[in-house]
């Protein structure tokens, strides 16, 4: 049974349906595990997640009003951090919008270079808030929201451009469940990609549901990705989808073959989907 057929019982209709989804099929399975620099290695359950999830979108309500209509520009690498980031925006009803990054076709994903940045934006959630794109954002009255990527990184630390707000150190603190004051309307905007065309709320689960279809996805799918913001349908959303988890690899550019094979069982994955393509 193919993992879209396996989805017939239960179609969630939007993201905040399908986290719910995932906590009330069993709280404690893992469904994102992460690796990153230095052998870091983060695995959250549903309930870890979801509160996760939670914390943030509280603050993105609480600090920028977020709600249907707001944009906020996620500027993150493959972290487990940037997979919570997306699902709150969208938990909000917000729509992410994403910065034209150009990356080369042979360098690893780390290898940023920007292009032209998006405007009108209420917040810029980025890894490097003092950068050309993250100022820009800032000049035109966005938020600065810095986020720390060492694994369990409690505060940005050195480093926090004056007006920016730290991220790991104000969601802490935040309220563990989020009922959105405003739920979004299907077609409110969900996912504004350089190049693309904008995703809406209605979209997400259906595109999900589509490349979980292409990808072969069975109920249960343990997908092996690097995937960044840009591919957070196929490399993340899919898999949620049908069922399944995420193991999400900061670079497996770094990986050779046989360090990609040992991850696989270690890891008991049945897709792979990486630079954008299913392997």
Same mark, same amino acid.
């Given at each position: 049974? @193919?993992?879209?057929?396996?989805?017939?019982?239960?179609?969630?209709? =939007?993201?905040?349906?399908?986290?719910?989804?995932?906590?009330?099929?069993?709280?404690?399975?893992?469904? &994102?595990?992460?690796? #990153?620099?230095?052998?870091?290695?983060?695995?959250?359950?549903?309930?870890?997640?979801?509160?996760?999830?939670?914390?943030?979108?509280?603050?993105?309500?609480?600090?920028?009003?977020?709600?249907?209509?707001?944009?906020?520009?996620? =500027?993150?690498?493959?972290?487990?951090? %940037?997979?919570?980031?997306?699902?709150?925006?969208?938990? *909000?009803?917000?729509?992410?919008?994403?910065? =034209?990054?150009?990356?080369?076709?042979?360098?690893?994903?780390?290898?940023?270079?920007?292009?032209?940045?998006?405007?009108?934006?209420?917040?810029?959630? @980025?890894?490097?808030?003092?950068? !050309?794109?993250?100022?820009?954002?800032?000049?035109?009255?966005? &938020?600065?929201?810095?986020?720390?990527?060492? $694994?369990?990184? *409690? @505060?940005?630390?050195?480093?926090?451009? #004056?007006?920016?707000?730290?991220?790991?150190?104000?969601?802490?603190?935040? #309220?563990?469940?989020?009922?959105?004051?405003?739920?979004?309307? !299907?077609?409110?905007?969900?996912?504004?990609?350089?190049?693309?065309?904008?995703? *809406?709320?209605?979209?997400?689960? !259906?595109?999900?549901? $589509?490349?979980?279809?292409?990808?072969? &996805?069975?109920?249960?799918?343990?997908?092996?990705?690097?995937?960044?913001?840009?591919?957070?349908?196929?490399?993340?959303? %899919? %898999?949620?989808?049908? #069922?399944?988890?995420?193991?999400?690899?900061?670079?497996?550019?770094?990986?050779?073959?046989?360090?990609?094979?040992?991850?696989?069982?270690?890891?008991?994955?049945?897709?792979?989907?990486?630079?954008?393509?299913? &392997?």
């Amino acid at each position: 049974m @193919s993992g879209t057929a396996g989805q017939a019982a239960h179609r969630p209709a =939007d993201v905040p349906d399908l986290l719910r989804a995932m906590l009330l099929s069993d709280p404690t399975r893992p469904r &994102l595990t992460w690796y #990153g620099p230095g052998d870091e290695r983060v695995e959250l359950s549903a309930k870890v997640l979801d509160n996760w999830v939670a914390k943030t979108a509280n603050l993105l309500v609480e600090e920028v009003d977020a709600g249907p209509g707001s944009r906020i520009g996620i =500027d993150l690498p493959a972290h487990w951090r %940037a997979a919570v980031w997306l699902l709150a925006t969208w938990s *909000t009803g917000a729509c992410v919008v994403l910065p =034209d990054i150009r990356e080369p076709e042979d360098p690893p994903p780390g290898d940023r270079t920007e292009g032209e940045d998006p405007t009108g934006l209420d917040a810029w959630v @980025s890894d490097r808030p003092d950068s !050309p794109a993250a100022r820009s954002a800032a000049a035109d009255g966005a &938020l600065l929201l810095a986020v720390a990527l060492p $694994a369990l990184a *409690t @505060s940005f630390g050195p480093g926090l451009p #004056g007006g920016a707000l730290d991220a790991a150190a104000e969601g802490r603190g935040r #309220g563990d469940i989020f009922l959105p004051p405003v739920r979004a309307v !299907p077609s409110d905007p969900a996912l504004v990609r350089p190049g693309r065309d904008t995703l *809406t709320h209605a979209d997400l689960m !259906p595109a999900a549901a $589509a490349a979980a279809g292409r990808m072969g &996805l069975e109920p249960g799918a343990r997908v092996l990705t690097d995937a960044p913001a840009y591919h957070a349908v196929s490399g993340l959303l %899919a %898999a949620w989808w049908s #069922g399944g988890s995420v193991v999400l690899h900061h670079d497996t550019f770094q990986l050779d073959a046989d360090q990609r094979a040992r991850l696989i069982e270690a890891e008991r994955v049945t897709a792979t989907f990486v630079r954008g393509q299913l &392997l």
